[in-house]
């Protein structure tokens, strides 16, 4: 996750991201860009303006075309998207656990990009440490209205292979909200599960908190340590109050003194981030963990847990610690992050990687990014090493979707996607670049052999739903169900059939909707920046 840029504002979706938590006091960054779910800052982008003009060093930084190859000129800054790359999914799990306990979430609490990168595409992986970038989409069905799929990977981790020690230190909440089942014990067997996975050469440590924090565990390499380590984990239980700034200041002092050079140096919060001791407006917590970011490259990962559960200040906790956040509510979940997904959150393949997409003004109407407005970048600090982006793992994936309105009979390239970012080791600049053209939106994205496509599309307009979007083209939750269960039922793919459930309990939950907008501009207010 990105350290959200407080410059932002290069382009008129950067500008409206800035206006929009201006006129929303600032809120928490798991927020999303306004309080009440309304599509009304979600609008979309038209041209207009000069091309912009590089900023000082991108041309030395930059990519070179190939021998014989010329770059298209720069579009206009209103075709211009550019954002931080980010795998949280701590929305979407949040959510499902809500909707299981018959409940709505809240519309400030769903992230689309969140419910997006749940799912991980089948993108080429690249085979150096960079990124594979691939763009495809398809007609929504909706008059001159696509949907575009930007997708990026990385090269997944051989778990025998060489790889930098990880310096893990965990802060645990052992509050009294935390022992209710799913909560503490579910923390315990997944820091179970995880001390068996680490190699010898890794480090842990062990912070809990609750009114006051104690160090459980110093700075200790695993090898020869497993049985003290669970030793430890077992004698875990609740009391008290949540002080999670005491827990983050704790564990932040052993994450230093326990720093190891070369190292993945992270603390893992885990916790159900329902604050209610210290300082529970976060800005004492956020500066500590700026400081040591910036200072000693320690990163922050948060597991959230529990049927309440503090997201959007969970959220902006790993927002300041450029890492990750995620949700896990059953043991299954507990595995699957801590030790299918381990070695994506400890060898890294990309820092301050950020994305930036042109569209080209000759075939593109408007468009929209579905999600992502607190990590908006601006335009212009794209190439600026200095401006913080996203952190990201070996095997990962990102997807960013576009809605896409074409101008009618144009012909050629729609889009050009480019992701930067710095070597992990070296801090070296590198990008790479895909593109595509009016020829890959001529199918219908319900149509057959579009599966990939169709479920990115489903969890996006699901996500809409929920927080009272108007996403082009939304066919209404029953119709995204029957699409959800064709996919499962094609590939048997269970976490499918687990988003397909979801779907169905909050279309219950919803009751009668009015029709959705045979228009599928949604609404486009005079007023809106964006429109």
Known sequence: MAHRNPRAGGGRGSRAAVAVLLATGLALAGCGADGDGGGGDRGFAEGGGNAPVAPDGARDNAVQPREGEQRSPAPAPDYLSTFALDVDT???????RTLAEGRLPAPASVRPEEFINSFRPDYPRPEDNGFSVTLDGARTGRDGWSLVRVGLATRGADRNAERPPAALTFVVDVSGSMDEPGRLDLVKESLGLLADQLRDDDSIALVTFSTEAETRLPMTRVGGARDRIHEVVSALGTSASTNVEAGVRTGYDVAVAGHRRGATNRVVLLSDALANTGATEAETILARIEEERRQYGITLFGVGVGSEFGDAFMERLADRGDGQTTYVATSAQARKVFVDQLPSHVELRARDAKAQVAFDRGTVEKFRLVGYENRAVADEDFRNDRVDGGEVGAGHT???LYAVKTRPGAAGPVATATVRWLDPATRAPHERSGTVGTAALTGDVWGGGHDSLQLTAIAAYFAE??????????PGLPALVRSAEGIAAR???????E??????QASALRGPQEPEDPS?????????PYS
């Open 90 to 96: 701590a929305s979407y799990g949040y959510a499902r």
């Open 465 to 474: 739903a929920l927080r009272g979007g108007d996403l082009p083209g939304h």
């Open 520 to 528: 599928g501009e949604g609404e486009l207010r005079s007023g809106d």
């Open 499 to 504: 988003l397909a459930e979801s779907m169905r």
């Open 491 to 497: 590939s048997g793919s269970a976490v499918v059939r």
């Open 398 to 400: 990102v997807t960013a």
